[in-house]
């Protein structure tokens, strides 16, 4: 019953194309929010959105960005994918409910490597 | 700023044996704490938090967490460590009454737990 879906489970892309990875929840959850996680070091978040506000981290860069047609898809597109943007990408879930106990619903992630 | 160290890369234990996985944080305000598991090939599952109340926190699988203030750190631990039990484990912390519930976690590195039979 998986409830955070990312698809594909791997993906391949080369050097400056433009690439989207897609995540789904079947949670009705608020607030989907996108991870990069490379390899040894801690997931660090990209950006969130909650219902359709944009939350972008100061340190995210423009050439990731993300989409949220409606409360169940989230997508995250890299403009130009650079080789240091292979890593793991992470969505994530949670209800929102401005209450700061709340834990995080994960996908299993989609492995981007770049060629 | 919050951030969360996790100084050992790998734990290895013997089965059956207690395990312990450090973890200290650094926030202004209170800290809401929380651990998380990744098996291979898997995304990150929640395995307990630390809100208030009570030091010592329980969670899935039989692991629990003790929070200390006073060395600012939250270690999780097991009292005998099962070979499933083997996987990556992530300390993640939440500044509490910052900005609410839909501010993402911030995570430590993540630490390999080796749990050999």
């Known amino acids: 019953d998986a409830m955070v879906i990312q698809n594909p489970r791997y993906q391949v892309t080369q050097f400056g194309k433009p690439v989207t990875l897609s995540c789904s929840q079947t949670?009705?959850?608020?607030?989907m929010y996108w991870y990069q996680q490379k390899s040894s070091q801690a997931p660090k978040l990209l950006f969130h959105y909650y219902d359709k506000d944009f939350n972008n981290e100061a340190d995210t860069p423009d050439n990731f960005q993300s989409r949220r047609p409606n409360t169940s898809f989230c997508f995250l597109d890299i403009r130009s994918p650079g080789l240091g943007d292979a890593a793991m990408y992470l969505c994530a879930t949670s209800r929102g409910d401005r209450a700061t106990n709340e834990k995080l619903f994960f996908g299993s992630g989609t492995q981007l490597s770049v060629l | 700023a919050q951030s969360v160290a996790q100084p050992e890369d790998q734990v290895n234990v013997a089965e059956g044996n207690p395990l312990t996985v450090k973890c200290t944080y650094s926030v202004s305000g209170n800290p809401y704490l929380f651990w998380y598991v990744q098996y291979p090939n898997r995304g990150l599952q929640f395995l307990l938090k630390?809100?208030?109340?009570?030091?010592l926190v329980k969670g899935s699988y039989g692991f629990e967490a003790e929070f200390n203030k006073s060395q600012t750190s939250f270690h999780l631990k097991k009292p005998s460590a099962l070979v499933s039990d083997s996987a990556l484990y992530f300390c993640a912390v939440r500044e509490g009454g910052s900005g609410g519930g839909a501010d993402g976690l911030t995570f430590g590195k993540g630490t390999h737990l080796i749990i050999q039979p």
């Open positions: 630390y809100i208030t109340g009570d030091n």
């Open positions: 949670l009705n959850h608020n607030v």
